[in-house]
């Protein structure tokens, strides 16, 4: 399997962002010819909303020449079919949202073990991205996570990768949930005996044959603090 666990893999302008070779990257990695593509949801019981994006998602592809023959949705309706329907997939899409809820849906259709056996591309797409680490940390994002015991930030997750990658990070440190400052008073105490890897829309994690590589900008956020350890066109192998 080559994975590519990126932030947001679209530019403004609705294509593939070529940042950091990704495009070209892609493109090496898929078969000639028909490919067969897998959108799993991350709202598997919002059956509308899934089909809006998996279709824009579709056209944004091929927008860049990544053109598919099929292109199915994993969602609830089909989550009984799951493990033919990832068999029969060259490409897999795990799409972004709330990780809590696509994290709970992964782990409902075994989509772990399913994925044991899959030699093709998968990527990542923010929460889909976090989901595939082998621990999630899941940064609270909406109102009352921040502040909710319960709230779960350390989940299990698809095993691919150890690295804990924290996307769409702009470099705002002033970003506050529920009173607090979601990285100072949050993510920063969290970080403490772990390793984040905060990394803005362009930057992605490509693994293959057991290579983990970090591409373009990132900051490591460790033992409550921050530093920036690659930047735009660098590769960091972890």
């Given amino acids: 399997m080559i994975c590519f666990l ?5 530019s403004e302008d609705g294509a593939l962002n070529p940042a950091n070779g990704f495009v ?12 067969r593509a897998l959108f799993v949801a991350s709202s598997p019981d ?25 292109f199915r949705i994993l ?5 009984d079919r799951a493990a033919a329907l990832v068999a029969d997939s060259d490409f897999i899409i795990l799409t972004g949202g709330h990780v809590p809820t696509q994290n709970r849906f992964f782990r409902d259709i075994g989509l772990k073990e399913l994925l044991a056996g899959f030699d093709g591309v998968l990527i990542g797409i923010s929460a889909g991205t976090m989901n595939a680490a082998e621990t999630v940390y899941s940064q609270p994002e909406l109102e009352g996570e921040a502040i909710d015991p319960d709230y779960p930030r350390f989940m299990p997750g698809l095993g691919l990768t150890k690295a804990m990658l924290l996307p769409h990070f702009d470099g705002n440190m002033e970003y ?15 970080s403490m ?7 803005p829309d362009g930057s992605y994690l490509y693994l293959s044959s057991g ?8 900051w490591l956020v460790s033992d409550g ?11 960091l192998r972890l």
């Avoid at 070209?24 to 490919?35: E, F, K, N, T």
């Avoid at 919002?46 to 099929?70: H, K, M």
């Avoid at 506050?176 to 100072?184: A, E, F, K, P, S």
């Avoid at 005996?193 to 990394?199: L, N, Q």
């Fill in 24 to 35: 070209d990257a892609l493109r090496q990695s898929l078969p000639a010819g028909a490919v």
């Fill in 193 to 199: 005996g772990r390793r984040f890897y905060a990394v």
């Fill in 75 to 79: 969602d609830r309706r089909t989550a």
């Fill in 211 to 218: 290579a983990e590589e970090l591409r373009g900008e990132a």
């Fill in 176 to 190: 506050r949930l529920d009173g607090l400052r979601i990285w100072q008073d949050v993510t920063f105490p969290d």
């Fill in 46 to 70: 919002e059956p509308e909303t899934n089909e809006y994006y998996a279709t824009e998602q579709r056209q944004r592809f091929g927008a860049s020449g990544v053109i598919f023959d099929t």
């Fill in 225 to 235: 603090a921050m530093q920036k350890c690659s930047a735009v066109g660098e590769a």
């Fill in 6 to 10: 990126t932030s947001n893999p679209f």
